[in-house]
């Protein structure tokens, strides 16, 4: 069955970075394009980034454009999002997914 596992979220100052990693299992990785979802408690689940199969196209929502760098491995079949100049706005569970698969999400909290 397919399987997606985020991994490094954690706690951050505001200004720092991290690197979420989404490994991807039981699909054949390189067809597929992926997206990153981010949901802050009390709010709705928003779109964050997607990438196309290939890795050459690539969509950022406005409110994380040039701070944020989706990127994928498809030998490792793994999707990466470098976040840089994290804002408390930003922290919110951050989840993988492709079609209607899910990962189960990795906890990013920014703060002082």
């Known amino acids: 069955q397919v399987q997606l596992v985020e991994s490094g979220g954690g706690l951050v100052q505001p200004g720092g970075s991290l690197r979420l990693s989404c490994a991807a299992s039981?699909?054949?990785?390189?067809?597929?394009?992926m997206k990153w979802y981010r949901q802050a408690p009390g709010k709705e689940r928003e779109l964050v980034a997607s990438?196309?199969?290939?890795?050459?196209?690539?969509f950022y929502a406005d409110s994380v454009q040039g701070r944020f760098t989706i990127s994928r491995d498809n030998a490792k079949s793994t999707m990466y999002l470098q976040m840089n100049s994290l804002r408390p706005e930003d922290t919110a569970v951050y989840y993988c997914?492709?079609?209607?698969?899910w990962g189960q999400g990795t906890q990013v909290t920014v703060s002082s």
């Open positions: 997914n492709t079609v209607n698969f």
């Open positions: 039981g699909l054949i990785f390189r067809l597929y394009a």
């Open positions: 990438i196309s199969s290939d890795g050459g196209a690539r």
